[in-house]
């Protein structure tokens, strides 16, 4: 990692196959996500996945497809795509929640599910200000709005451009918006090499408590780490992880992938489709050749993301997990890649002490529509934001 400032950068490049002249209108379109899976639609996504602002793996195709096949009842899955001319230049997966929290609020929101961790829009870099224009357009189009109250982008990452763009967008159509939430996750983002990053991390007498770990885990037996990536022995890892996931307490509580056919299924398709892009890079700690701790990562350059780990609990004492993690500082050397996203709940209690740096990552709520539509709107984010000291009126 090189680790240059983890923050909007200016004088983003534009896509350099885009028109020459980009003062014209783009256009929003709704259509179903089937629509996406021809071959010619699917090379418009991957290369706008590649080009866009800001990295997101969970609206990529090889991922956003099996959530949508696992997840979304059927003919509810729709893509929100924005044109410039014929070229594709913003994608997001769109809902029409009735529902806002415990409140019976209609409303349109960014389509997000519990192992989707970013909700950004891939946006093609230089669009920004055009791919919120079209969208916020589109979405003040009565005839299609019905009843539905605003526009909501949950997991919205707060130091991008894009998000950024968005606010900025606001101000200019003379709408209000809204940070009605913001919490901050663990994030790598260091030009430290690893050895270095952990000693600065971690207390003298944690990193002592963990090689004493480390020497007694190895009196259990072998102990070997493996990091892989492409799609060879892919399956098979993925087996062992579902089973070692649901074999701990999310198992127990039925939230390991494995507990429902969605879910798994989700995981077996995007970590294979990871693979064969050369998105996904696999690490796993074994006794004896059999896996105590593992992790998946996804490489969407120049940012990761740590999707998915788990360990097992036979071996809880020994702190597994965090030895594992140890291990995955090695990202710190990858050159492509200058930060990975810990994707994991705030105030983490094992990654937030050794991953030093934080995300900040928000809900923004945007007004649409009408006058009376609009003031609808300004009541209710009163009465939300009063409730909320963590959000920010804008």
């Excluded at 866009?52 to 609206?59: C, G, Q």
């Excluded at 996750?185 to 963990?210: C, D, I, M, V």
């Excluded at 007004?367 to 009163?382: E, H, N, Q, T, W």
């Amino acid at each position: 990692m090189n680790a240059p400032p983890f923050a909007p950068l200016a004088g983003t490049a534009v896509m350099a196959d885009l028109p020459q002249r980009l003062d014209r209108s783009a256009e929003a379109r709704l259509s179903r996500w089937q629509n996406w899976t021809a071959p010619a639609s699917l090379a418009q996504w991957r290369k706008l996945a590649e080009q866009a602002t800001t990295p997101n793996p969970f609206f990529e195709p090889w991922y956003l497809i099996p959530a949508f096949e696992g997840l979304a009842p059927a003919g509810t899955g729709k893509l929100l795509t924005v044109h410039l001319g014929e070229k594709l230049i913003g994608l997001m997966p769109l809902a029409t929640p009735s529902r806002y929290g415990r409140w019976p609020l209609p409303h349109l929101s960014t389509w997000l599910h519990p192992n989707a961790f970013l909700g950004v829009p891939l946006v093609a870099a230089g669009c920004e200000a055009l791919f919120w224009q079209a969208v916020l357009t589109w979405a003040d189009d009565v005839s299609r709005l019905g009843r539905r109250l605003f526009l909501h982008f949950p997991a919205m990452p707060l130091e991008q451009p894009v998000t950024q763009a968005l606010l900025d967008q606001a101000d200019d159509t003379g709408r209000r918006a809204a940070l009605v939430m913001r919490q901050q996750r663990a994030l790598l983002h260091s030009a430290l090499q690893p050895t270095a990053y952990f000693e600065r991390a971690l207390t003298g007498k944690k990193r002592k408590e963990l090689r004493r770990q480390y020497a007694r885990l190895s009196e259990q037996g072998e102990l070997s780490f493996e990091r892989l990536e492409g799609s060879a022995g892919v399956e098979q890892w993925i087996d062992a992880f579902l089973a070692l996931e649901r074999k701990g307490w999310k198992g127990a509580e039925g939230s390991a992938m494995a507990c429902a056919e969605g879910t798994a299924s989700l995981f077996r398709k995007a970590l294979g489709n990871a693979a064969g892009e050369g998105k996904l890079e696999r690490l796993a700690l074994n006794l004896d050749g059999r896996p105590i701790a593992m992790l998946a990562n996804f490489l969407c350059p120049p940012g990761s993301f740590s999707y998915k780990t788990a360990f097992d609990e036979d071996f809880a004492r020994f702190s597994p997990g965090v030895l594992l993690q140890r291990e995955n500082l090695a990202l710190l050397n990858r050159r492509e890649v200058t930060w990975c996203d810990s994707c994991a709940a705030p105030d983490h209690p094992m990654i937030d002490s050794l991953w030093t740096e934080r995300r900040p990552i928000g809900r923004v709520s945007v007004a649409i529509g009408g006058p009376v539509r609009r003031k609808a709107f300004d009541f209710l984010l009163s009465l939300e934001l009063g409730r909320n000291p963590a959000g920010l009126d804008r």
